[in-house]
């Protein structure tokens, strides 16, 4: 039997991923942009708040993103931000932003699943919508 401590969360399911990420990142008044960082089998590792911004945007810098991605060993990774404008339509930035860090994460073969982006009411799947 596994014990507490060896158990994490499989983030196989969109939809455990939209309420985790909405629970998370719903409320925020300002942009924030969150890592989630899992192993090989998809197991979150861990759940990071990386970069804030302000009520409309927030810089990324991948170099940051790749940094924290070897510091927990991650396999894959699940991106999400928040747009406190409640319209959870990805911008063109969002879009440019996850070619580059998955362009970054390539490099040190790490997977991106999906990048999320929470609104009000709905949640956007990058992977959904075939922008991955």
Do not use: W
């Not at 942009?33 to 927030?58: K, M, P, V, W």
């Not at 999320?116 to 990058?126: A, K, L, N, P, R």
Request: a neutral charge; aromatic letters at 8%; glycine letters at 4%.
């Amino acid at each position: 039997m596994q014990s507490a401590a060896k158990r994490r969360y499989v983030l196989t399911d969109p939809t455990m991923s939209r309420r985790y990420l909405c629970a998370k990142l719903r409320h925020q008044e300002r942009e924030v942009f969150a890592c989630l960082y899992l192993d090989n089998q998809h197991r979150l590792i861990s759940y990071e708040e990386l970069f804030f911004g302000t009520i409309d945007s927030a810089s990324i810098h991948p170099r940051e993103v790749v940094k924290r991605v070897l510091f927990h060993n991650a396999g894959a990774m699940i991106f999400a931000h928040n747009h406190p404008s409640g319209l959870a339509e990805p911008s063109s930035a969002d879009k440019r932003i996850t070619e580059r860090l998955q362009s970054a994460l390539m490099l040190i073969d790490v997977r991106v699943l999906d990048h999320m982006i929470v609104g009000d009411v709905e949640v956007v799947s990058f992977a959904e919508r075939g922008l991955l």
